[in-house]
C-alpha cells in the first residue's frame, strides 16, 4: 500500500498506537518490534479490541482486510509522518541539546500557545518512534509546532530532521552527554549541530544563547540567526534571584523588567531567555509572555521544588550529565541554608570517560560541606568516595526514612535509569 493511500485511512482514524495496553476503538495500531518486543505478535489482538487497522511487516495468520501489510513498520510510520507534515504551511520548531532541551520546549509552548494554537511532544516522545507519533497528533487547526529531539548518537538528528522538516531550530547547548554514543564531546556538538545543517541547507532560522561561543561556531552560514544572552542578543537578562525559585531581570527586549518562575536553578537562565525570545519572533504580546513564564509550573521530575514536612526537596530526577549534574550541584550549593543533603545517581552512557567523570563529580561535591551525601548506583561503586553509597534507588530510599531529617534542603537527581524519584515516593 502505498503511503499515500494510508494516509487517506488515517485520515479517517487519526489516532495512533503501538501498544495493545493503551490501545483504544479506532486506532491504527503500527507493530513496531525491537530486542524484546515484536508488535506483529499482537496485531489480530489489536484489531480484537477495536482497532481500526493493524499496520505489520511479518506474514499474520489469517486472512483479515484490516491487516496492512508492509516492508517495515518503523519506516512506514515516519514516512506517514512525513507526509502529514507536508500538509502545513506553519513554523515547526525542533529543540536538541545535552541539557535543558525539554523545559526549553515546555517553556516555549507555554509562551506560544497562550498566542497560537500549538502543538508539541508530549512527555519524553523525542525519538524515532516519539517524533513521528509526535507529528501525527498535529491536527488542521495548528498555527505552531514544537518538536523536541532527543539523540545519542550521530546522524539521529539529521533523520529526524528529515520527516520533521523544522522551519527554526534550538540547541539549548552541547555539554557532557551521551559521550559513548556521540564518541566525545565534539561528537556531541556534531550530532546536535545536524540540526544546524538542516536549516542552513534549507535557509531557516534559528534562536541560540550568545554567551555559548561554540554555537557560533555551529551558526556559521546561517543568515536567519536569532540571539539572546546575558549581555548581548536580541532579548538579554540576568539571574535576579534564585531561592527559592528562579527569578530573571530583563536588560533588553521586553516591555516588562522582570519575571519570576517557578523553576529551581539559575541554570535555568538560558532556557527562560530563549523562550521569551521565540515569542517576541512571533509577535506574542509582552503581558501574554510574562504570565504564560509565570503560571508554567515543571513536571515530571524537572527542577522541581517539593516541600514535605519542614524539608524541602529539589526534584531534578528525570536525567543526569556530567554538565547538569555540576551545574545542580553548584547551584545547591549557593542556596542559603543550612542543613542540605545530596542524593545522586549515577551518569550513565559515558563510555570511557564515566570513571573520570564520576570522579570529578565526587571531587566536587568534596569542596562543600553537606549535612550528607548519598551516591547511588552506576560508576559511583567503582570510584573511591567518603559517602554513603546504595545499589540502587530503593535501598537509599531505606536509608533516607530512617534519617528522620528535618529543616533541610535536598537534592535529588540521577539518570533516567537510576529513578531517584523513588527516593521520596
Same mark, same amino acid.
Given at each position: 500500500?502505498?503511503?499515500?493511500?494510508?494516509?487517506?485511512?488515517?485520515?479517517?482514524?487519526?489516532?495512533?498506537?503501538? $501498544?495493545?495496553?493503551?490501545?483504544?476503538?479506532?486506532?491504527?495500531?503500527?507493530?513496531?518490534?525491537?530486542?524484546?518486543?515484536?508488535?506483529?505478535?499482537?496485531?489480530?489482538?489489536?484489531?480484537?479490541?477495536?482497532?481500526?487497522?493493524?499496520?505489520?511487516?511479518? !506474514?499474520?495468520?489469517?486472512?483479515?482486510?484490516?491487516?496492512?501489510?508492509?516492508?517495515?513498520?518503523?519506516?512506514?510510520?515516519?514516512?506517514?509522518?512525513?507526509?502529514?507534515?507536508?500538509?502545513?504551511?506553519?513554523?515547526?520548531?525542533?529543540?536538541?541539546?545535552?541539557?535543558?532541551?525539554?523545559?526549553?520546549?515546555?517553556?516555549?509552548?507555554?509562551?506560544?500557545?497562550?498566542?497560537?494554537?500549538?502543538?508539541?511532544?508530549?512527555?519524553?516522545?523525542?525519538?524515532?518512534?516519539?517524533?513521528?507519533?509526535?507529528?501525527?497528533?498535529?491536527?488542521? $487547526?495548528?498555527?505552531?509546532?514544537?518538536?523536541?529531539?532527543?539523540?545519542?548518537?550521530?546522524?539521529?538528528?539529521?533523520?529526524?530532521?528529515?520527516?520533521?522538516?523544522?522551519?527554526?531550530?534550538?540547541?539549548?547547548?552541547?555539554?557532557?552527554?551521551?559521550?559513548?554514543?556521540?564518541?566525545?564531546?565534539?561528537?556531541?556538538?556534531?550530532?546536535?549541530?545536524?540540526?544546524? /545543517?538542516?536549516?542552513?541547507?534549507?535557509?531557516?532560522?534559528?534562536?541560540?544563547? $550568545? /554567551?555559548?561561543?561554540?554555537?557560533?561556531?555551529?551558526?556559521?552560514?546561517?543568515?536567519?540567526?536569532?540571539?539572546?544572552?546575558?549581555?548581548?542578543?536580541?532579548?538579554?537578562?540576568?539571574?535576579?534571584?534564585?531561592?527559592?525559585?528562579?527569578?530573571?531581570?530583563?536588560?533588553?527586549?521586553?516591555?516588562?523588567?522582570?519575571?519570576?518562575?517557578?523553576?529551581?536553578? /539559575?541554570?535555568?537562565?538560558?532556557?527562560?531567555?530563549?523562550?521569551?525570545?521565540?515569542?517576541?519572533?512571533?509577535?506574542?504580546? $509582552?503581558?501574554?509572555?510574562?504570565?504564560?513564564?509565570?503560571?508554567?509550573?515543571?513536571?515530571?521530575?524537572?527542577?522541581?521544588?517539593?516541600?514535605?514536612?519542614?524539608?524541602?526537596?529539589?526534584?531534578?530526577?528525570?536525567?543526569?550529565?556530567?554538565?547538569?549534574?555540576?551545574?545542580?550541584?553548584?547551584?545547591?550549593?549557593?542556596?542559603?541554608?543550612?542543613?542540605?543533603?545530596?542524593?545522586?545517581?549515577?551518569?550513565?552512557?559515558?563510555?570511557?570517560?564515566?570513571?573520570?567523570?564520576?570522579?570529578?563529580?565526587?571531587?566536587?561535591?568534596?569542596?562543600?560541606?553537606?549535612?550528607?551525601?548519598?551516591?547511588?548506583?552506576?560508576?559511583?561503586?567503582?570510584?573511591?568516595? !567518603?559517602?554513603?553509597?546504595?545499589?540502587?534507588?530503593?535501598?537509599?530510599?531505606?536509608?533516607?526514612?530512617?534519617?528522620?531529617?528535618?529543616?533541610?534542603?535536598?537534592?535529588?537527581?540521577?539518570?533516567?535509569?537510576?529513578?531517584?524519584?523513588?527516593?521520596?515516593?
Amino acid at each position: 500500500m502505498s503511503i499515500e493511500a494510508l494516509y487517506n485511512i488515517f485520515l479517517q482514524y487519526p489516532s495512533i498506537e503501538t $501498544d495493545t495496553r493503551k490501545l483504544k476503538k479506532g486506532d491504527l495500531f503500527f507493530a513496531l518490534k525491537g530486542p524484546n518486543f515484536n508488535g506483529n505478535l499482537f496485531a489480530l489482538k489489536a484489531l480484537e479490541m477495536g482497532a481500526a487497522y493493524s499496520i505489520v511487516d511479518e !506474514p499474520v495468520e489469517g486472512v483479515d482486510k484490516r491487516i496492512i501489510q508492509t516492508n517495515d513498520v518503523l519506516t512506514t510510520l515516519q514516512q506517514l509522518a512525513k507526509h502529514h507534515r507536508a500538509q502545513f504551511n506553519i513554523p515547526f520548531i525542533a529543540i536538541t541539546g545535552s541539557n535543558g532541551k525539554t523545559t526549553t520546549k515546555e517553556l516555549v509552548h507555554a509562551v506560544l500557545s497562550v498566542h497560537n494554537k500549538t502543538y508539541t511532544t508530549e512527555g519524553n516522545l523525542n525519538n524515532h518512534i516519539g517524533i513521528p507519533i509526535t507529528i501525527l497528533r498535529i491536527k488542521k $487547526d495548528a498555527e505552531m509546532a514544537v518538536i523536541e529531539m532527543g539523540a545519542n548518537h550521530q546522524k539521529e538528528i539529521e533523520g529526524y530532521c528529515i520527516y520533521t522538516q523544522p522551519t527554526h531550530g534550538i540547541i539549548t547547548n552541547c555539554g557532557k552527554a551521551h559521550l559513548e554514543g556521540f564518541g566525545g564531546e565534539e561528537g556531541v556538538r556534531k550530532g546536535k549541530g545536524e540540526l544546524f /545543517d538542516f536549516i542552513r541547507a534549507y535557509n531557516g532560522n534559528i534562536f541560540a544563547f $550568545d /554567551d555559548y561561543s561554540y554555537l557560533h561556531e555551529m551558526a556559521t552560514g546561517i543568515a536567519n540567526a536569532v540571539w539572546y544572552g546575558t549581555s548581548e542578543g536580541t532579548v538579554t537578562g540576568n539571574v535576579l534571584q534564585s531561592e527559592p525559585y528562579l527569578e530573571v531581570a530583563l536588560t533588553k527586549g521586553t516591555t516588562f523588567n522582570s519575571v519570576k518562575t517557578q523553576l529551581v536553578g /539559575d541554570y535555568n537562565l538560558p532556557n527562560i531567555l530563549c523562550a521569551i525570545t521565540v515569542a517576541k519572533h512571533f509577535n506574542v504580546p $509582552d503581558e501574554k509572555i510574562k504570565t504564560a513564564i509565570e503560571n508554567y509550573t515543571p513536571s515530571n521530575s524537572r527542577s522541581q521544588l517539593v516541600e514535605r514536612g519542614t524539608n524541602k526537596i529539589i526534584l531534578d530526577a528525570y536525567n543526569a550529565n556530567p554538565t547538569s549534574m555540576k551545574a545542580a550541584i553548584e547551584n545547591f550549593a549557593k542556596l542559603h541554608a543550612e542543613n542540605k543533603v545530596l542524593m545522586l545517581g549515577g551518569m550513565m552512557e559515558l563510555g570511557e570517560e564515566s570513571i573520570r567523570e564520576h570522579k570529578n563529580i565526587a571531587a566536587l561535591i568534596d569542596s562543600y560541606k553537606w549535612k550528607a551525601v548519598v551516591l547511588v548506583g552506576g560508576d559511583f561503586k567503582n570510584i573511591p568516595h !567518603p559517602f554513603h553509597y546504595f545499589t540502587d534507588a530503593t535501598e537509599a530510599k531505606e536509608w533516607f526514612q530512617q534519617q528522620h531529617f528535618e529543616q533541610s534542603y535536598i537534592l535529588v537527581k540521577g539518570s533516567r535509569s537510576t529513578q531517584m524519584e523513588k527516593v521520596i515516593a
